[in-house]
Nanobody, 126 residues
Framework: QVQLVESGGGLVQAGGSLRLSCAAS????????IGWFRQAPGKEREFVAA????????AYSDSVKDRFTISREPAKNTMSLQMNSLKSADTAVYYC???????????????????WGQGTQVTVSS
């Protein structure tokens, strides 16, 4: 059983920063890709960022590139999403997810992820 727990969401003013964290409990699987996705009210879930198993490959959506940074600490099974210069359009529930079948990729497709967290709310006020 894999559990992912997100934290760090909250309310922030436009232009501010937040750091989301995701703690993963994977007892046997040590190599996996981590992804962050988000879903705003009335919209489809969308890709935000991903990092492969050794941190050598990352991917970002165009809407967050140069503002968000994904990172991971393999020894602790934790990963983070640093979000800077936040905009009202970034308001959404943010989910972390794990892809254990293609750990060498920074996959952007939600359908390829195997496990998901419950999500954490990020609200950016303008």
């Amino acid at each position: 059983q894999v559990q992912l727990v997100e934290s760090g969401g909250g309310l922030v003013q436009a232009g501010g920063s937040l750091r989301l964290s995701c703690a993963a409990s994977l007892r046997t699987q040590r190599t996996y890709t981590i992804g962050w996705f988000r879903q705003a009210p009335g919209k489809e879930r969308e890709f935000v960022a991903a990092i492969n198993w050794n941190g050598g490959k990352t991917a970002y959506s165009d809407s967050v590139k140069d503002r968000f940074t994904i990172s991971r600490e393999p020894a602790k099974n934790t990963m983070s999403l640093q979000m800077n210069s936040l905009k009202s359009a970034d308001t959404a529930v943010y989910y972390c997810a794990v892809d254990i079948h293609q750990p060498w990729m920074a996959d952007v497709s939600a359908e390829n992820y195997d496990y998901w967290g419950q999500g954490t709310q990020v609200t950016v006020s303008s």
